[in-house]
């Protein structure tokens, strides 16, 4: 028994930890639901908890680069001390909660390129290696969040890429530690007015804080970018002629310079005045900007509705490749 415990010590001949998510897809405020299934190896332990994160790979700013990070937003205890005997089989239900701020990963059933989400699985085992596991999770847009996305494949622009950076949007109350930006790239008649936009949204239960980012061209050689803020409620979202309210905006960049820093558009929203774009050209991410993250046109042009959110905005990327690329243990660093 000593020797086995020695070899415990090392992780071998320890319990085992398998995670089955009953809810693998969900939303933003939503809850995913499962059980977390351990057998005992070859010898007692004493389990000293069972938690589970909702981890995320996110982009860091380090010096004068960046690099990928493994960032945990939300974090659950399910289970507090007990004793697993040798061989023995035992099953802890959970219910974890989803932020309201957490990223889209998945539209209609794809994966979102750049995005990965997983629920991971942290087993500490007293005077013995942890064992964890890690399942991918799949977040879609709320419907409010879809309108907006599907607004812009509607007015010719076509996905680009998604990352979450590391810090906080300048002037937009925010919860997590990092923000996702959805990018587009324009054709058709906005193609020589921008050079790409990004997407970012900031949800809660009342309602949406969007925030746009627009590299403006301003000349040949140069560009500048202008941005667009605005507040809407999930039931206004849902009832707004997004591909004018945005066309309008995207229209208004041509009409001021790069040295404009004043006015905003009232927009209706579902017959309300509930929103406005406030349209400038400072950095929003609180002092410090990221920069314009190039990389393949990985999606396609395709039309509005719920088949052409799905076409133009998704990669044919295999998940199984997408947990091994992003959440292998060596990729990246824990915050």
Same mark, same amino acid.
């Given at each position: 028994?000593?020797?086995?415990?020695?070899?415990?010590?090392?992780?071998?001949?320890?319990? /085992?930890?398998?995670?089955?998510? /009953?809810?693998?897809?969900?939303?933003?405020?939503?809850?995913?639901?499962?059980?977390?299934?351990?057998?005992?190896?070859?010898?007692?332990?004493?389990?000293?908890?069972?938690?589970?994160?909702?981890?995320?790979?996110?982009?860091?700013?380090?010096?004068?680069?960046?690099?990928?990070?493994?960032?945990? =937003?939300?974090?659950?205890?399910?289970?507090?001390?007990?004793?697993?005997?040798?061989?023995?089989?035992?099953?802890?239900?959970?219910?974890?909660?989803?932020?309201?701020?957490?990223?889209?990963?998945?539209?209609?059933?794809?994966?979102?390129?750049?995005?990965?989400?997983?629920?991971?699985?942290?087993?500490?085992?007293?005077?013995?290696?942890?064992?964890?596991?890690?399942?991918?999770?799949?977040?879609?847009?709320?419907? /409010?969040?879809?309108?907006?996305?599907?607004?812009?494949?509607?007015?010719?622009?076509?996905?680009?890429?998604?990352?979450?950076?590391?810090?906080?949007?300048?002037?937009?109350?925010?919860?997590?530690? =990092?923000?996702?930006?959805?990018?587009?790239?324009?054709?058709?008649?906005?193609?020589?007015?921008?050079?790409?936009?990004?997407?970012? =949204?900031?949800?809660?239960?009342?309602?949406?804080?969007?925030?746009?980012?627009?590299?403006?061209?301003?000349?040949?050689?140069? /560009?500048?970018?202008?941005?667009?803020?605005?507040?809407?409620?999930?039931?206004?979202?849902?009832?707004?002629?997004?591909?004018?309210?945005?066309?309008?905006?995207?229209?208004?960049?041509?009409?001021?310079?790069?040295?404009?820093?004043?006015?905003?558009?009232?927009?209706?929203?579902?017959?309300?005045?509930?929103?406005?774009?406030?349209?400038?050209?400072?950095?929003?991410?609180?002092?410090?900007?990221?920069?314009?993250?190039?990389?393949?046109?990985?999606?396609?042009?395709?039309?509005?509705?719920?088949?052409?959110?799905?076409?133009?905005?998704?990669?044919?990327?295999?998940?199984?490749?997408?947990?091994?690329?992003?959440?292998?243990?060596?990729?990246?660093?824990?915050?």
């Amino acid at each position: 028994m000593v020797f086995k415990r020695m070899l415990g010590a090392f992780g071998v001949g320890a319990p /085992s930890v398998d995670t089955v998510l /009953s809810t693998p897809v969900t939303q933003p405020g939503g809850t995913i639901r499962g059980e977390v299934r351990l057998k005992g190896g070859d010898f007692d332990a004493e389990i000293e908890h069972i938690t589970l994160g909702l981890v995320a790979r996110v982009e860091i700013e380090h010096g004068d680069g960046e690099h990928d990070g493994l960032g945990e =937003f939300a974090r659950a205890r399910v289970s507090g001390p007990f004793t697993l005997r040798q061989g023995e089989e035992r099953v802890t239900a959970f219910e974890l909660p989803v932020p309201w701020e957490a990223p889209v990963s998945q539209i209609g059933g794809q994966p979102l390129t750049g995005m990965a989400v997983g629920v991971r699985t942290e087993l500490a085992i007293a005077k013995a290696v942890d064992k964890g596991d890690l399942d991918m999770l799949a977040i879609e847009p709320l419907p /409010s969040q879809l309108r907006i996305l599907e607004a812009f494949l509607g007015l010719g622009f076509a996905f680009r890429s998604a990352d979450l950076e590391a810090g906080h949007l300048y002037g937009v109350h925010q919860e997590l530690p =990092f923000y996702q930006e959805i990018e587009f790239y324009p054709s058709g008649r906005y193609a020589g007015l921008v050079g790409e936009v990004e997407v970012t =949204f900031v949800a809660d239960p009342a309602g949406l804080q969007v925030v746009l980012e627009a590299d403006k061209r301003t000349g040949r050689y140069s /560009s500048s970018d202008a941005i667009g803020r605005f507040h809407v409620s999930h039931q206004d979202a849902l009832v707004t002629d997004w591909q004018a309210e945005l066309g309008r905006w995207l229209d208004g960049l041509a009409q001021h310079g790069p040295a404009h820093h004043g006015g905003h558009y009232e927009g209706h929203h579902g017959g309300h005045h509930g929103g406005h774009y406030d349209e400038h050209h400072e950095g929003h991410h609180g002092g410090h900007h990221g920069g314009h993250h190039g990389g393949p046109g990985w999606g396609t042009v395709a039309a509005a509705g719920a088949a052409g959110v799905v076409g133009g905005l998704v990669a044919g990327e295999v998940v199984e490749e997408v947990v091994e690329e992003f959440f292998e243990d060596e990729g990246g660093d824990d915050w």
